[in-house]
């Protein structure tokens, strides 16, 4: 979708998205914000992203970034991914 057409989204949709996109980067610059909730903001952008390219803007991109090689959430993202695996391979 290019930005014309994120400017044709339906506007109550594209307040939302707006909305959604705002809270998801106020999380990932909080400092206080925990490992859980700035994965679930990360979640929320790739919705937005999905559901509206045109509304994707480059200071989300390093926000994620900055996200992803943080140590301290690196260590955790890797212990989430492992108990998942480990989850996977005790079911029957």
């Known amino acids: 979708m290019t930005t014309a ?23 990932l610059r909080d400092a206080t914000t925990d490992f859980f909730a700035k ?10 992203a999905q559901s509206g390219p045109g509304m994707i803007y480059d200071t989300m991109i390093h926000l994620i970034q900055a996200i992803f090689k943080n140590k301290r959430f690196a260590e955790q993202r890797q212990s989430l991914f492992f108990s998942a695996r480990r989850r996977r391979s005790l079911q029957p």
């Open 39 to 48: 994965y679930q903001a990360i979640h929320h952008l790739r919705s937005v």
């Open 5 to 27: 057409a994120a400017h044709s989204l339906d506007p109550s949709l594209k307040s939302h998205l707006h909305r959604l996109m705002l809270q998801s980067c106020d999380e």
